[in-house]
């Protein structure tokens, strides 16, 4: 993929695949290109944009801008976005797009911890997400978004419900099916939830967060017992994002359950070591709906030494 302005190379990928079935191989390669293109735009286009010395962006623009902000994962670039964001809604105040990132800024802070009141962050979230599926119900961001808000308040049917019509406007956006899988991993459908996953992390091996998927499979495997992919799985996460938390406590966690608490403790060693103000509240950020599970996972924390 070329840019046609600059003429500067954007994306490129080679596929293999069993040509027995060539109708199942074209459909995985659209499928791969599709979403896998959309973040290579999104982020090329922000960082040209951010190089432009114009003040008078317009609101495409600073939405652009905004996109690939988000995939910075700092409380520093959240800050310049939701500037941008609220420069595009003086603008245009019915822009379902920068309503929608404004709601992703909104989540992003509250979930990496960058929020003073994770509660107030998180509700709006939601409500910026809802609104953004008013301003345009065929907006499938705008449903992700509002579908990943609902977590901190324990709205997961809605979540559900959410994604699904996300991936139902487009069953290309991996995105949306990696979240999916998060929210399916909350209710207890663990399967499901590492199935969607995958299908996350084969569409659009590229994207900046697929730290995020990572550490849903290994959330999905320790539920299910299944400790030792938890911690494969946990520290793919952390070897791509060493400051996304819940890695650290999957791991620990996974440890701490398969009865090796020397390695529990070694896991949140090194999470305090990144995170230093990281403490078992933290966990809340994601709740999961079984309180049984939530509540192991926490006594495993506290065994490995993280404060409450």
């Given at each position: 993929?070329?840019?046609?302005?600059?003429?500067?190379?954007?994306?490129?990928?080679?596929?293999?695949?069993?040509?027995?079935?060539?109708?199942?191989?074209?459909?995985?390669?659209?499928?791969?290109?599709?979403?896998?293109?959309?973040?290579?735009?999104?982020?090329?286009?922000?960082?040209?944009?951010?190089?432009?010395?114009?003040?008078?962006?317009?609101?495409?623009?600073?939405?652009?801008?905004?996109?690939?902000?988000?995939?910075?994962?700092s409380p520093q670039s959240y800050a310049t976005?939701?500037?941008?964001?609220?420069?595009?809604?003086?603008?245009?105040?019915?822009?379902?797009?920068?309503?929608?990132?404004?709601?992703?800024?909104?989540?992003?802070?509250?979930?990496?911890?960058?929020?003073?009141?994770?509660?107030?962050?998180?509700?709006?979230?939601?409500?910026?997400?809802?609104?953004?599926?008013?301003?345009?119900?065929?907006?499938?961001?705008?449903?992700?978004?509002?579908?990943?808000?609902?977590?901190?308040?324990?709205?997961?049917?809605?979540?559900?419900?959410?994604?699904?019509?996300?991936?139902?406007?487009?069953?290309?956006?991996?995105?949306?099916?990696?979240?999916?899988?998060?929210?399916?991993?909350?209710?207890?459908?663990?399967?499901?939830?590492?199935?969607?996953?995958?299908?996350?992390?084969?569409?659009?091996?590229?994207?900046?967060?697929?730290?995020?998927?990572?550490?849903?499979?290994?959330?999905?495997?320790?539920?299910?017992?299944?400790?030792?992919?938890?911690?494969?799985?946990?520290?793919?996460?952390?070897?791509?994002?060493?400051?996304?938390?819940?890695?650290?406590?999957?791991?620990?966690?996974?440890?701490?359950?398969?009865?090796?608490?020397?390695?529990?403790?070694?896991?949140?060693?090194?999470?305090?070591?990144?995170?230093?103000?990281?403490?078992?509240?933290?966990?809340?950020?994601?709740?999961?709906?079984?309180?049984?599970?939530?509540?192991?996972?926490?006594?495993?924390?506290?065994?490995?030494?993280?404060?409450?």
């Amino acid at each position: 993929l070329i840019d046609g302005i600059s003429g500067g190379h954007v994306w490129s990928e080679r596929y293999d695949g069993d040509l027995a079935d060539v109708f199942d191989l074209q459909d995985e390669i659209t499928r791969n290109v599709v979403a896998s293109i959309q973040t290579s735009v999104q982020l090329t286009a922000g960082t040209r944009i951010e190089r432009s010395s114009r003040p008078d962006l317009t609101v495409w623009e600073l939405t652009m801008q905004a996109w690939s902000l988000l995939y910075d994962f700092s409380p520093q670039s959240y800050a310049t976005a939701e500037d941008l964001l609220n420069r595009a809604l003086q603008s245009d105040p019915n822009s379902a797009e920068a309503t929608l990132l404004l709601s992703l800024i909104y989540h992003h802070n509250a979930l990496m911890g960058f929020s003073d009141d994770f509660l107030a962050t998180t509700k709006r979230a939601n409500e910026l997400g809802r609104q953004a599926t008013r301003l345009d119900d065929r907006n499938e961001y705008a449903h992700w978004a509002f579908g990943i808000s609902c977590w901190g308040l324990n709205k997961h049917e809605e979540s559900i419900a959410a994604l699904e019509r996300a991936v139902e406007l487009n069953p290309n956006c991996s995105l949306a099916y990696g979240s999916l899988g998060t929210v399916l991993n909350l209710v207890g459908r663990h399967e499901e939830a590492i199935a969607n996953q995958q299908i996350a992390i084969r569409s659009n091996p590229r994207d900046p967060s697929i730290f995020f998927r990572f550490s849903g499979i290994a959330f999905a495997h320790y539920l299910a017992g299944r400790f030792d992919e938890a911690i494969l799985w946990a520290n793919k996460s952390i070897h791509r994002r060493a400051r996304w938390y819940f890695s650290h406590f999957v791991l620990a966690a996974s440890h701490c359950s398969a009865g090796r608490p020397d390695e529990a403790k070694m896991a949140i060693d090194n999470c305090r070591t990144a995170l230093p103000s990281a403490r078992v509240a933290d966990l809340e950020r994601v709740p999961l709906k079984n309180i049984e599970d939530m509540e192991h996972m926490r006594q495993c924390l506290r065994q490995a030494g993280l404060p409450d």
